[in-house]
């Protein structure tokens, strides 16, 4: 099963230590495929004393809000569209609880077929029916681009970022933030 990367901790940093996902503590541990390192102090499993949750180290990220990874979305594909769709009814008609339901569920399907030639149809279609400043589902959008680049290679999703201004700009201000280049807030 592929592990998809859904939440990324962009928070303030001690000692540069990077927190993309998935991670193991030290590049020895044997725990995960991947070796990534997450900072000096830290061992696998049970060894960390509980200073670790979801991956992020409560030393060096002291208040650091407890992220959790959603489940990995179930069924195919079409529900980019159908949560895409609900969230929109959610927004017109004012029913918060469904919007936010509607938001996470398309987090997940996003999460799961960034790849797709779905996505693109799915993605324009966020853009076109939320207000600018909702974030919403743009946000969601924006976060799943900016973890995927090579999405931009697509004809479909450089068109997305031409018509929408406002995708360009999450893009750039999320790769600067990765870079360290403006604060994180």
Known sequence: MDEVKE??????RKGGYNYNFPHTCAYDCGESE?????CPHHFC???CSGDCVDFICKRCCPGA?????PPSAEGDVTQLMLHAQMY??????????????SREKFLRASAKFWD???FAPA????????PEDDDGLRGVVSNITSQHMCLLNKPAIEALAREFNGLSFGLLKARAKDLGWIKSG
Do not use: C, Q, W
């Open 88 to 101: 929109e009814i959610a927004d017109k008609y004012d029913v918060t609880g469904l919007k936010e339901l």
């Open 65 to 69: 809000p407890a992220l959790r990874i």
């Open 45 to 47: 499993g049970n060894h």
């Open 123 to 130: 993605a324009h279609y966020a853009f076109s029916t939320t």
């Open 34 to 38: 991947s070796k990534f390192s997450i």
């Open 7 to 12: 939440i990324v901790y962009t928070g303030k």
């Open 116 to 118: 797709d030639e779905l």
